[in-house]
């Protein structure tokens, strides 16, 4: 039986995959093991904090159900995320910036006509939101799947709430723009959130003195036949917590001026008696052939 030293054994790990068939999944799996290797060496890690590596891998593994995604929530947490979206656009040519995904992308977005109210008369200050897809030539997209969600008053999602069992999703939904390429909605204006701090994640964050914040959002992927999908927020001008998002996902791009407005009717010509927010956004498209994530499936 072959005995290996430190150097030895990464080379021989390396080269047990060498008869990878697939060249990508050989590049992968060979990096990977080169990472994991260095990682090991230049700390010096203890048995006790690698059987604590794979608890805390195992327990997040355990928190994802069908509406939750702690693995997800990881990768945000340790930059991950932002780090894949960075070296896959970076050639944007004046399409809209990208950002994170985020762990609650999750069960219906059910496609609602123009206008629809999205909070479902949830409690929250009254905000309207009219946006446009076009291409970087400016020409109108219509025939584009445009999915959204965001957090309610309270700075939770529907999913994770217990009332979503039986009601279903609210503060989420699907748009197809007009001919001119708008769509717009009323809602509520979303507040800056914790990410959620009962499972492993938030153990990290605690554990390493960072706040859960991320600042006010609505999330937005838009889809369209021949272009790049679009997966990105829009962040909330005036936010405190624009300049430590926890999850790295702020671009200076996407943060929008929410004007506070006292017509007594929103833009639709819906009345309103009471202060309310416009939310207005242009998003331009790059043709390509990605393909979009599907939301997680709700049980
Ligand atoms: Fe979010």
Same mark, same amino acid.
């Given at each position: ?8 054994? #990464?080379?021989?790990?390396?080269? /047990?995959?060498? /008869?990878?068939?697939?060249? %990508?999944? @050989?590049?992968?799996?060979? *990096? ?13 890690? #203890? ?16 928190? =994802? ?9 990881? /990768? ?20 809209? *910036? #990208? ?8 069960? *219906? ?22 946006? %446009? ?23 939770? +999602?529907?999913?994770?709430? *217990? ?27 979303? =507040? ?58 702020? @671009? ?27 939310? /207005? +956004? ?11 994530? @599907? ?5």
């Amino acid at each position: 039986m072959a005995q290996f030293d430190e150097a030895g054994l #990464t080379a021989e790990v390396i080269r /047990s995959f060498q /008869s990878t068939p697939n060249p %990508r999944l @050989k590049t992968l799996v060979t *990096e990977l093991v080169k990472s994991l290797h260095d990682y090991v060496q230049r700390t010096n890690l #203890t048995f006790e904090e690698w059987n604590y590596a794979i608890e805390f891998l195992t327990r997040t593994g355990q928190t =994802c159900t069908p509406v939750r995604q702690e693995f997800i929530l990881l /990768s945000d947490v340790l930059g991950v995320s932002m780090l894949v979206d960075a070296v896959n656009h970076r050639e944007r040519e004046g399409a809209t *910036e #990208t950002t994170v995904l985020g762990p609650f992308y999750v069960g *219906e977005h059910k496609p609602l006509p123009h206008g629809s109210d999205i909070s479902l008369g949830d409690p929250g200050e009254p905000m309207f939101v009219t946006a %446009r897809v076009t291409d970087l030539a400016g020409k109108p997209l219509k025939n584009v799947r445009v999915d959204v969600w965001h957090a309610d008053d309270d700075g939770f +999602y529907d999913s994770q709430k *217990e009332s979503y069992a039986t009601q279903g999703p609210s503060m989420r939904a699907r748009f197809t723009p007009d001919d001119d390429g708008r769509f717009y909605f009323r809602t509520i204006l979303p =507040c800056s959130y914790p990410i959620p701090m009962d499972g492993p994640v938030g153990d990290l964050i605690r554990a390493s003195d960072r706040h859960p914040m991320r600042p006010a959002h609505v999330h937005f992927l838009v889809e369209a036949p021949g272009y790049d999908p679009l997966i990105t927020h829009v962040f909330i001008d005036g936010d405190k917590y624009l300049r430590s998002d926890v999850v790295f996902g702020v @671009k200076d791009e996407l943060i929008a001026k929410v004007e506070r407005r006292t017509e007594p009717k929103l833009p639709d010509g819906t009345p309103v008696d009471r202060p309310w927010h416009l939310m /207005s +956004y242009e998003f331009h498209l790059k043709p390509g052939e990605g393909v979009a994530p @599907k939301p997680m499936a709700a049980e």
